[in-house]
């Protein structure tokens, strides 16, 4: 291992000790809280099927030496999210925090945590492009209710909030119309017609049409325009200058 790559995984030991730091404050502040779950797992070289010039990646494609098809690719990825949730069912919960190695890029991850056998768990990524000669990186996948309170009280944001919610880390309340449902409670249920969900992904837009409320996509996050429309977005915003404007209409 180089010395660059010594940094980069200092890099993410240093994001992976904060957030075990936060979720260790969270549940002290809490009364009758149990310990949160946290583990690692080696994903083994999970490309996807793609020619990417910054990486090497040729043993992973279609034409390469593993012959890697999108069917391979797909099978790794159900194969993947098959132990995940095995690791759940065993310990009663999701994982809070879940070290990942050995993955190509951001977007293997984004797959891989809207699979279905692990979906509703709601990962979170904290990814960083690694410049191991391999073209593998690690990352971090985490549930974000057990962080969320703590760093918006870090930056000192919760004051530009009357409520906070988030997806839960059992299974209880994990897909996003049950934590729109959630937040909408805590709001005290208002009218419909009151409320606009801003999202990024077609799944927020989902939730949002699962609960009868207006949605806002915007294009400044990780979804596009084409996802968006076809979720069913009643408005997309190209820019925090444009949700802006839209909100202030509303």
């Known amino acids: 291992m180089t010395v660059d790559n010594n940094i980069f995984m200092r890099k993410i030991l240093i994001v992976f000790a904060a957030l075990v730091l936060l979720a260790s404050g969270a549940q002290a502040q809490e009364k009758g809280s149990k310990n949160y779950v946290i583990g690692f797992y080696n994903l083994e070289n999970l490309f996807d099927t793609y020619n990417d010039p910054a990486k090497n990646d040729e043993e992973f494609l279609p034409d390469g030496k593993n012959q890697w098809t999108e069917v391979k690719y797909q099978k790794k990825l159900q194969n993947m999210a098959k132990v995940i949730r095995s690791m759940k069912e065993e310990n009663g919960a999701w994982h809070a925090l879940l070290g990942v190695s050995e993955i190509e890029n951001r977007l293997v991850l984004e797959d891989l945590v809207m699979e279905p056998q692990i979906a509703e768990a709601n990962y979170q990524i904290i990814h960083y492009d690694g410049p191991d000669r391999r073209g593998v990186d690690v990352a971090l996948l985490y549930k974000p209710e057990v962080f969320t309170l703590r760093i918006l009280e870090k930056f000192d944001l919760t ?70 429309e076809q979720a069913g977005a009643d408005v997309i915003a190209q820019s925090v200058e444009h949700l802006h404007a839209l909100l202030l209409s509303k």
């Open 159 to 228: 004051r530009y909030f009357h409520h906070i919610g988030a997806a839960s880390l059992d299974s209880s309340r994990s897909q996003k119309a049950d934590v729109i449902r959630h937040a909408l409670h805590l709001c005290g249920n208002p009218s419909p017609e009151t409320v606009v969900m801003i999202g990024d992904r077609w799944h927020d837009i989902h939730g949002a049409r699962a609960n009868g409320i207006q949605s806002i996509g915007v294009l400044y996050g990780y979804g596009d325009r084409p996802e968006l």
